[in-house]
């Protein structure tokens, strides 16, 4: 699996945007980047998935370079209900079904007034 | 509401004592995973349930164990409990692969369990 690296933790201001990159330099061919949220004393909650480009939904965009080695989650006018521990997470989408899901340390984001 | 749900929210138990916890996946949804998150490991993967059979393990202690039921339901059990055992223990399911788009989880509230 890639390891991936992101900041421990960042703040920002209500209504900003808000980007967090993820560095995976041992990314393989065949995997995908995912980005889970998660709130204290809660499960991990999908937010977004992409193999290269951008991706974007609802609630975020996935930004990932041609050679893949990093990618940015980027939150649109951010607030207080963002404040949350963000994970980026490296690994295989097979066909045959989801794996276990490896989660590093993630970053977590406060949210201010 | 993640769909997902697990029993009992909170469990408080002593040193050598034996646990199950339940989870009730997703309507549907045949993969069950379980998952430990404490303050010095983070949220680690454990085990992996497909349709009844053991699928994935991680990093899943001899002392652990888990079984998915023929209703698609699965229980953690945890024996000979130690005070690194108390955790944050989650649950989480996905749909059928061959239906599958991406790689999502879907995770329950988790069992908080407290051994004193």
């Known amino acids: 699996l890639a390891k991936t690296t992101q900041p421990i933790s960042m703040d920002s201001y209500e209504g900003q945007e808000v980007n967090i990159t993820c560095s995976h330099n041992n990314i393989a061919t065949n995997d995908y980047i995912t980005w889970y949220q998660q709130f204290p004393s809660q499960g991990p909650r999908f937010i977004i998935q992409?193999?290269?480009t951008k991706v974007t939904n609802e609630v975020a965009s996935l930004f990932i370079p041609a050679d893949r080695k990093s990618s940015t989650l980027s939150l649109p006018r951010v607030s207080l209900s963002d404040t949350a521990v963000y994970y980026c997470l490296v690994g295989e989408y097979r066909g045959g079904g989801a794996d276990g899901l490896t989660f590093g340390k993630g970053t977590h984001l406060i949210i201010q007034p | 509401d993640s769909g997902v749900t697990q029993t009992p929210k909170h469990l408080i138990t002593a040193t050598g004592q034996r646990v199950t916890l339940r989870c009730s996946p997703r309507?549907?949804?045949?993969?069950v995973y379980w998952y430990q998150q404490s303050l010095d490991q983070g949220l680690q993967f454990l085990i992996q349930y497909y349709n009844g059979e053991e699928r994935a393990k991680g990093n899943i202690l001899e002392r652990f164990s888990a079984q998915q039921f023929p209703d698609l339901h699965s229980e953690l059990n945890l024996s000979s409990l130690e005070l690194g055992d108390s955790a944050l223990y989650f649950c989480?399911?996905?749909?059928?692969?061959?239906?599958?788009?991406?790689?999502?989880?879907?995770f329950g509230p988790g069992t908080r369990l407290t051994v004193l």
């Open positions: 989480a399911s996905s749909g059928d692969p061959a239906g599958q788009s991406r790689n999502e989880q879907f």
């Open positions: 992409g193999y290269k």
């Open positions: 309507s549907g949804d045949l993969s």
